[in-house]
């Protein structure tokens, strides 16, 4: 039998969403996001290292857990954490765990906007929002590939707009663990060189290691989107 039962009501489809806001704002209020900066890194660095070296696991699991929340809560700060994760874990160490965390936190915030933002949305779309659905459904991991690789693309938008455009839930943690580790990698570089920065009294130059990342983020970007630009002009023709 076909269910006939009218939708629930948007107000209800929107709690998740409701309740990642209600615990931003709760961050905010209590002042957790200060707290992530490269001069609580610096001035916690021995208590911090003393911690990892004594509880290792247990230092790993709250790590990735900080920085699922942080990914969640779509708090400003996750290349502190990132930087973090190489000064206390290394390259080695702080490279698959921030992956994890970034994934882990990615996933539960698509999630939350696909069963309450996308649907809504999907619902009320008109003919230009649907049209760029169908177009971003027809190579949805090129796409998504994209979205993580150019710098111009803010890590919030790269973890909703899938959501809003029907992704499917295995593609979008795939795309999202495989297109961060360029940037991890590189970050988590620099952070495991932090300790050296601190000892000489200098600071990272962030705006430089920006500068000098944005072309391998935009020739990457380029490259994920060749199979898309190839089924535009080769189209696939019909068999008569």
Do not use: C
């Amino acid at each position: 039998m076909t269910d006939t039962s009218p939708p629930p009501p948007l107000w209800r489809r929107l709690w998740p969403l409701a309740l990642i806001v209600a615990a931003l704002a709760a961050a905010w209020i209590s002042g957790v996001h200060r707290y992530l900066s490269l001069e609580t890194l610096r001035d916690q660095q021995d208590a911090l290292r003393g911690f990892v070296s004594e509880h290792f696991l247990l230092a790993i699991a709250a790590y990735v857990a900080i920085y699922a929340a942080a990914t969640i809560l779509m708090l400003p700060g996750a290349l502190w954490i990132t930087l973090a994760g190489g000064f206390l874990f290394g390259l080695w160490g702080g490279t698959p765990a921030t992956i994890a965390g970034a994934t882990l936190g990615a996933s539960v915030l698509f999630l939350a906007a696909k069963s309450s933002v996308g649907a809504a949305l999907r619902e009320r779309a008109g003919p230009f929002v649907q049209k760029l659905e169908k177009g971003f459904q027809e190579d949805a991991v090129s796409y998504m590939f994209a979205l993580r690789f150019l710098p111009v693309v803010p890590f919030p938008v790269a973890n909703i707009a899938p959501a809003i455009f029907g992704a499917k839930f295995q593609d979008y943690v795939m795309t999202t663990a495989l297109g961060i580790i360029p940037g991890v990698i590189a970050y988590t570089w620099i952070g495991a060189g932090l300790g050296a920065t601190f000892a000489a009294g200098g600071e990272p130059d962030m705006g430089s290691l920006a500068r000098n990342l944005i072309p391998a983020f935009i020739a990457l970007g380029i490259v994920s989107l060749l199979p898309i630009a190839y089924k535009k002009l080769f189209p696939k023709k019909v068999p008569v």
